[in-house]
């Protein structure tokens, strides 16, 4: 939780999107999601050109997709960074530029 952080999100998997729990019945009419508790499944829903897709995971997989999910965003706040650096760099560089002509 320090400095390692940027280190992961340039060497780490990636997965863009959030993770939910699907609900559904299974069919078997015997089965006690009939009339309670139905089956719960964790997916991934992500957006792919403006349509969204849901992966269906296994428990196990959860917690290394919340990792890369981490990742991501860690990633796309040093990319927000440093965009914002390069913003200020032009604005300065404009600035300089006009006091000049
Ligand atoms: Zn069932």
């Not at 863009?16 to 719960?40: F, Q, W, Y």
């Not at 927000?80 to 300065?92: D, H, Q, V």
Request: charged share 25%.
């Amino acid at each position: 939780m320090r400095k390692q952080q940027s280190s992961i999100s340039v060497s780490g998997i990636l997965i863009r999107g959030s993770l939910i729990t699907l609900k559904r019945k299974c069919g078997k009419p015997t089965c006690s999601c009939v009339d309670g508790e139905m089956h719960a499944t964790p997916a991934l829903s992500y957006s792919v050109k403006g349509k969204t897709r849901i992966l269906t995971l296994r428990s196990s997989d959860v917690p290394s997709i919340k990792r890369a999910l981490e990742n991501y965003r860690i990633a796309v706040g040093e990319l927000e960074k440093r965009a914002l650096s390069g913003i200020r760099l032009m604005t300065l560089h404009i600035i300089k530029a006009k006091k000049k002509g």
